[in-house]
């Protein structure tokens, strides 16, 4: 049974950080890409940022690029996402993903489904 467990949601101040990690059981890790996707109160759920199963690869949505990074650690089955300058309208559920590609992911082609992290910045 494939589990993606994420943790590192809060509470911060516009213009701070967070470093969101996700816990990956139950599958070949090595060999799945990775995924973020958000969903914000009101708003269908969206992808914010992917990464190939060797982590050479990575995408990011435009409202994210430069601010965000995504990364991962295939000896402990984890994938990072750490999230920097955060503004109010980065509020919303954020949720691990796994998939067959990067590409994939980024397009909505999820596998497994993570129940989600809340982050919440106040301005």
């Known amino acids: 049974q494939v589990q993606l467990v994420e943790s590192g949601g809060g509470l911060v101040q516009a213009g701070g950080s967070l470093r969101l990690s996700c816990a990956a059981s139950?599958?070949?890790?090595?060999?799945?890409?990775m995924g973020w996707f958000r969903q914000a109160p009101g708003k269908v759920r969206e992808f914010v940022s992917a990464?190939?199963?060797?982590?050479?690869?990575?995408y990011y949505a435009d409202s994210v690029e430069g601010r965000f990074t995504i990364s991962r650690d295939n000896t402990k089955n984890t994938v990072l996402l750490q999230m920097n300058n955060l503004d109010a309208e980065d509020t919303a559920i954020y949720y691990c993903?796994?998939?067959?590609?990067?590409?994939?992911?980024?397009?909505?082609?999820?596998?497994?489904w993570g129940q989600g992290t809340q982050v919440t910045v106040s301005s």
């Open positions: 139950g599958l070949t890790f090595r060999t799945a890409a």
């Open positions: 993903a796994s998939g067959f590609t990067a590409s994939g992911l980024r397009g909505g082609n999820a596998k497994h």
């Open positions: 990464i190939s199963s060797s982590g050479t690869i990575t």
